[in-house]
């Protein structure tokens, strides 16, 4: 007798999970939809698109220079007043490139100071390190919040900025300390 009772008890317990998984199974189909829809949503929009962005914004583009082209460049972009990424930067947000791609808004002191280390000729060597590997990267906005501009940080020394102007070399810094600064604050 009470292995027949063993018997329906197990009979109703196995029902009651073939009832239970349909619901486990929409719960689950769910939570999934919901995190797929957040990482959409939530999410910056890719590099390529917003070099897309900034070639609408911008129209000067200067090729990757030549040591013997150089000199001559820089003369015609600081004669006709050429400045990454352009005049009338209102702010930057600087984006960590991990899977959550969170966003801060940098500093008004701080971007001064980044946009006068980015043009200037002196933070920069000749050579670069091959692919970087991106770590982090500035986004640079107009009055209109309209992207002007997009730096690519390799904490290995490599900074390669959208519009690129010839002051910039081929993009390797001499040295981190103010990415750094900028980075850990």
């Not at 999410?43 to 030549?66: C, D, M, R, V």
């Not at 980044?114 to 091959?130: H, I, T, V």
């Not at 009055?143 to 959208?162: E, F, P, R, V």
Request: charged share 25%; hydrophobic share 35%; proline share 4%.
């Amino acid at each position: 007798m009470q292995s027949s009772d063993n018997t329906a008890q197990s009979r109703k317990s196995l029902g009651e999970n073939i009832q239970m998984k349909p619901t486990k199974f929409l719960i689950l189909i769910g939570l999934i939809a919901i995190i797929i829809a957040g990482i959409f949503v939530f999410n910056p929009p890719g590099l390529k698109n917003i070099k897309k962005q900034i070639a609408g914004n911008n129209s000067y583009f200067a090729e990757t220079p030549l040591e013997s082209q150089y000199d001559s460049l820089c003369k015609m972009e600081n004669e006709t007043g050429i400045f990454f990424p352009g005049k009338g930067v209102k702010y930057a947000k600087l984006t960590k490139n991990n899977f959550w791609k969170k966003s801060e808004i940098v500093n008004r002191k701080e971007l001064t100071e980044l946009l006068e280390f980015l043009n200037d000729s002196a933070s920069y060597q000749w050579g670069e390190l091959g692919t970087p590997e991106i770590h982090y990267y500035l986004t640079y906005f107009d009055q209109n919040d309209n992207c002007i501009g997009l730096t690519t940080i390799d904490l290995k020394g490599m900074a390669y900025s959208y519009p690129m102007i010839a002051r910039m070399k081929w993009g390797m810094l001499k040295e981190m300390k103010l990415i750094d600064k900028l980075i850990t604050e």
